[in-house]
């Protein structure tokens, strides 16, 4: 592989590290090391921005009774725009919208980690859940 056809982000490695001593594939190449992959990944990214939006996700959430897992919130959204599997990253582009949303104020997390990776600093979450927030006299 060429340095040309590298990815710029993780320079060929296929891995980043997230903290010292934790690595992942690399989220900007999808673990492939290669510029190709990494320019269509950042595509795809894009696309997801455009389609899935913080009132399509904000709507879903405001018909939820009770949890709903981050699995629910995005499968639900593939549905509603007919996207074929892989077609595009909706789970990243949900949770980060819930993400948004909860530092908004709008849901609050329900879910304890799924693991600790570096003591109480680092942790997984797999499928998480969210609330919405009650308001008074709602």
Partial sequence: MTN???CTACLGSATEEVVPGLTRACRACAGTGRRREQLIWGLAHLEAEQLITLPVVR???????????LSEVADTVRA?????????????????????????????MVSAPDE?????????????AWERVRTLGV
Avoid at 84 to 108: F, K, N, T
Avoid at 116 to 128: A, C, K, N, Q, S
């Fill in 4 to 6: 040309d056809d590298k």
């Fill in 59 to 69: 709507d879903l959430v405001r018909q939820a009774r009770g949890p709903f897992h």
């Fill in 80 to 108: 509603m725009l007919d996207l074929p599997a892989g077609r595009l990253p909706v789970g990243p582009r949900v949770r980060d919208l819930l993400l948004q949303m909860e530092a908004a104020g709008e849901i609050v």
């Fill in 116 to 128: 600790l990776l570096d003591g109480t600093e680092v942790v997984l979450h797999r499928d998480p």
